[in-house]
């Protein structure tokens, strides 16, 4: 008998020791964690421009890389939608999320955020000697439920502009390379869409056509829009020498946006002739403009030239010369910039900062804003007493032109960008960045005719 109870005893101690060890194998979620109870479905199309002709029909950029941060900001899945077939799904706990989508970012042409280390603000990072692709972005709010299923279509967005084409015509049998460059730009893209950095710049070399004379792009190039009012720079090289002419457009140049740029060398100068076409992408834009080596803007009949020394547009009239039937009056701004950022020794990293700047100093209703050449800068320094007793009388910034040659001015020599001390009647073709006492002071040509 007592051996009947001691082995009910045996078998009642084995059942606990298997139910607490199985117990063991079950999940602990912890306290404030939540097993995934909700599908999240993640759809991405393009979005469609109003009067898009059907053959522009939007189109998405694959990938589509897709990001979902919590609450807290942490990205806590990612995937990448390959082709228009596909959709994806996340299961997630009930909560608000953030969702982020980048289209056309290659592996190979971009070094994309990890999950691990993504924030709605990382960098796209364009691989170096890459250039960019068709970038489009997305962002949604999604709150999921408990037991839901929520289907998200992202509506993504182009973030480039495209330079379809670019046409120089009549260009002259010495030329050895011509090139149009664009600044200033973003640098980069961010995640959640926006932009970062507003010193980048794109450049386009062309290749001379069978006939002789034409020079053109091969191919279209995407870039990311202006970070303000954007200047078009045409380089020729001719005789081992870049002649170099600057126009400030005065419209923008957006995202979304073709652009299409047709020159004609002209002997004395540039005329050029642009088109920023929207070709279902986001509607018609035309430029239309002229381009000569004085950077040049002219006003139709009926204004009178105004007199040196005096205000135009609230510029300086530094010089005005007669010829025929037409007045042609250099101006130069009211206003100056120092400590420009570039990289010491880089002169298309000192480009783009120049440029840049003088963008940010044209004054509106004036084209073509420049460098001053070293003969205006001269003429400055000759004439220094009278402007700057000019300028002091309008409450203007004066031209510092000092006996000790401390201040010197960005100019154009050769097709290059320098710095030059007029006192001394000096060169720096290497200075150093972010000097206060490097003045930058944008220049423009208005032709009044009679």
Same mark, same amino acid.
């Given at each position: 008998?007592?051996?009947?109870?001691?082995?009910?005893?045996?078998?009642?101690?084995?059942?606990?020791?298997?139910?607490?060890?199985?117990?063991?194998?079950?999940?602990?979620?912890?306290?404030?964690?939540?097993?995934?109870?909700?599908?999240?479905?993640?759809?991405?199309?393009?979005?469609?421009?109003?009067?898009?002709?059907?053959?522009?029909?939007?189109?998405?950029?694959?990938?589509?890389?897709?990001?979902?941060?919590?609450?807290?900001?942490?990205?806590?899945?990612?995937?990448?939608?390959?082709?228009?077939?596909?959709?994806?799904?996340?299961?997630?706990?009930?909560?608000?999320?953030?969702?982020?989508?980048?289209?056309?970012?290659?592996?190979?042409?971009?070094?994309?955020?990890?999950?691990?280390?993504?924030?709605?603000?990382?960098?796209?990072?364009?691989?170096?000697?890459?250039?960019?692709?068709?970038?489009?972005?997305?962002?949604?709010?999604?709150?999921?439920?408990?037991?839901?299923?929520?289907?998200?279509?992202?509506?993504?967005?182009?973030?480039?502009?495209?330079?379809?084409?670019?046409?120089?015509?009549?260009?002259?049998?010495?030329?050895?390379?011509?090139?149009?460059?664009?600044?200033?730009?973003?640098?980069?893209?961010?995640?959640? &869409? @926006?932009?970062? /950095?507003?010193?980048?710049? *794109?450049? #386009?070399?062309?290749?001379? =056509?069978? !006939?002789?004379?034409?020079?053109?792009?091969?191919?279209?190039?995407?870039?990311?829009?202006?970070?303000?009012?954007?200047?078009?720079?045409?380089?020729?090289?001719?005789?081992?020498?870049?002649?170099?002419?600057?126009?400030?457009?005065?419209?923008?140049?957006?995202?979304?946006?073709?652009?299409?740029?047709?020159?004609?060398?002209?002997?004395?100068?540039?005329?050029?002739? &642009? @088109?920023?076409? /929207?070709?279902?992408?986001? *509607?018609? #834009?035309?430029?239309?403009? =002229?381009? !000569?080596?004085?950077?040049?803007?002219?006003?139709?009949?009926?204004?009178?030239?105004?007199?040196?020394?005096?205000?135009?547009?609230?510029?300086?009239?530094?010089?005005?010369?007669?010829?025929?039937?037409?007045?042609?009056?250099?101006?130069?701004?009211?206003?100056?910039?120092?400590?420009?950022?570039?990289?010491?020794?880089?002169?298309?990293?000192?480009?783009?900062?120049?440029?840049?700047?003088?963008?940010?100093?044209?004054?509106?209703? #004036?084209?073509?804003?420049?460098?001053?050449?070293?003969?205006?800068?001269?003429?400055?320094?000759?004439?220094?007493?009278?402007?700057?007793?000019?300028?002091?009388?309008?409450?203007?910034?004066?031209?510092?032109?000092?006996?000790?040659?401390?201040?010197?001015?960005?100019?154009?020599?050769?097709?290059?960008?320098?710095?030059?001390?007029?006192?001394?009647?000096?060169?720096?073709?290497?200075?150093?960045?972010?000097?206060?006492?490097?003045?930058?002071?944008?220049?423009?040509?208005?032709?009044?005719?009679?």
């Amino acid at each position: 008998m007592k051996n009947k109870y001691f082995f009910k005893f045996i078998m009642l101690l084995t059942a606990a020791v298997c139910s607490t060890s199985c117990e063991k194998y079950v999940v602990d979620e912890g306290p404030g964690v939540e097993a995934p109870n909700s599908m999240l479905v993640v759809r991405t199309r393009a979005a469609q421009s109003d009067g898009a002709e059907p053959q522009e029909q939007a189109k998405v950029s694959y990938p589509v890389n897709v990001y979902v941060f919590d609450e807290v900001g942490k990205c806590v899945e990612l995937a990448e939608i390959t082709s228009g077939d596909d959709e994806m799904s996340f299961k997630l706990p009930e909560g608000d999320y953030d969702v982020y989508a980048i289209a056309g970012a290659t592996e190979s042409a971009y070094e994309m955020p990890t999950k691990e280390n993504a924030t709605k603000t990382s960098v796209i990072t364009l691989r170096e000697g890459c250039g960019h692709g068709d970038l489009m972005t997305a962002d949604s709010n999604v709150a999921l439920s408990k037991g839901e299923e929520n289907t998200l279509t992202l509506s993504l967005e182009r973030k480039v502009m495209m330079v379809e084409s670019v046409t120089i015509g009549n260009v002259p049998d010495d030329v050895t390379a011509v090139s149009v460059s664009i600044s200033p730009l973003y640098e980069n893209l961010l995640l959640d &869409g @926006t932009y970062s /950095g507003g010193n980048g710049s *794109g450049k #386009i070399g062309l290749v001379e =056509t069978s !006939d002789g004379s034409t020079w053109m792009s091969e191919t279209g190039l995407y870039l990311l829009e202006a970070a303000g009012k954007a200047t078009l720079k045409i380089s020729l090289t001719r005789n081992g020498a870049v002649h170099s002419y600057s126009y400030s457009c005065a419209e923008d140049l957006k995202a979304n946006y073709k652009v299409n740029i047709n020159g004609t060398y002209a002997g004395d100068g540039i005329d050029v002739s &642009g @088109t920023i076409t /929207g070709a279902a992408w986001a *509607g018609t #834009i035309n430029v239309d403009f =002229t381009f !000569d080596e004085a950077g040049g803007t002219i006003v139709p009949p009926g204004g009178d030239a105004p007199a040196v020394g005096t205000l135009y547009e609230d510029c300086y009239v530094l010089k005005s010369e007669s010829s025929g039937g037409k007045t042609a009056v250099t101006l130069f701004t009211t206003e100056c910039m120092r400590e420009l950022d570039f990289v010491k020794g880089d002169q298309e990293s000192m480009e783009s900062a120049v440029y840049a700047g003088i963008a940010g100093l044209a004054v509106d209703g #004036i084209d073509g804003w420049r460098l001053p050449t070293v003969e205006e800068l001269d003429y400055v320094c000759g004439n220094s007493e009278p402007i700057n007793q000019k300028l002091k009388e309008y409450g203007k910034e004066i031209f510092n032109i000092d006996t000790y040659g401390i201040y010197s001015y960005y100019c154009l020599d050769e097709g290059m960008v320098k710095v030059y001390t007029p006192y001394r009647k000096s060169f720096n073709e290497n200075p150093n960045t972010g000097l206060a006492t490097l003045v930058l002071r944008g220049f423009a040509t208005v032709e009044f005719a009679e």
